[in-house]
């Protein structure tokens, strides 16, 4: 499969927690998207980071790339309720996006 | 802007019948796609165009067709159902023309069961 995986497939955490979600990939990529998707939803870009940056922040997230390991992770700081959704990474292999099988976030009250 | 739009949100087919599955943009862009999505198998690409008159093959192409004869719109075919086709379909659009170079816009998705 030209999949990529995520991990861990599910987390479940309390409000108020960080939520750590990483990604592997199998390909020399240009860059790396991180995707939410709520229950029932379209996919929702969250952020692009390019593969000569090693981090890159957008408000309560924070994505890290590492090539070498060909892997990225997505944390997400001060997480609440309403962060409850999947998250998905994405690049690009051979013109096409490829996404990973998702973790599913579960944020409790 | 609508962004993208799919129809039918809905869909019940019997093996062996086709339809056609809408999506339309109005954003002007130039990348659109499809994907499915499956539980546990995340969303696999279908077909891609990156401009009117082009299309491609994505991972999974076999049993559907699709055409793109104005920038807006990106049909996608399903010649003759089948149970393994039942899925959640999205279209995806970017104003990107090369894919992954830039943020994908997804529409809210269509849900086809064959029986």
């Known amino acids: 499969s030209q999949q990529g995986e995520e991990d861990p497939q599910a987390l479940s955490i309390q409000e108020g927690e960080n939520a750590t979600m990483n990604c592997s990939y199998k390909t020399s990529i240009n860059n790396l998207q991180w995707y939410r998707q709520n229950s029932g939803r379209g996919l929702v870009h969250l952020i692009l980071?390019?593969?000569?940056?090693r981090e890159k922040h957008s408000g309560r997230l924070r994505v890290t790339l590492d090539t070498s390991k060909k892997s990225s992770s997505l944390l997400i700081t001060a997480s609440r309720a309403a962060d409850t959704a999947s998250y998905f990474c994405a690049y690009n292999q051979g013109g096409k996006l490829i996404f990973g099988q998702g973790t599913e976030l579960s944020v409790k009250p | 802007n609508a962004g993208v739009t799919q129809t039918p949100k809905f869909q019940v087919l019997k093996t062996g019948q086709s339809m056609t599955l809408q999506c339309a943009q109005d954003?002007?862009?130039?990348?659109m796609s499809w994907y499915r999505q499956d539980p546990g198998m995340g969303l696999r690409l279908i077909h891609y165009s990156v401009g009117a008159g082009i299309t491609d093959q994505g991972e999974v192409p076999n049993g559907y067709n699709v055409s793109r004869s104005t920038t807006e719109d990106f049909p996608l075919r399903l010649l003759s159902a089948a149970p393994s086709q039942t899925s959640v379909y999205f279209c995806?659009?970017?104003?990107?023309?090369?894919?992954?170079?830039?943020?994908?816009?997804f529409g809210e998705g269509s849900r086809l069961t064959v029986l």
């Open positions: 980071i390019r593969s000569n940056e």
């Open positions: 995806a659009s970017s104003y990107s023309r090369g894919a992954g170079t830039g943020e994908l816009f």
């Open positions: 954003m002007n862009h130039e990348y």
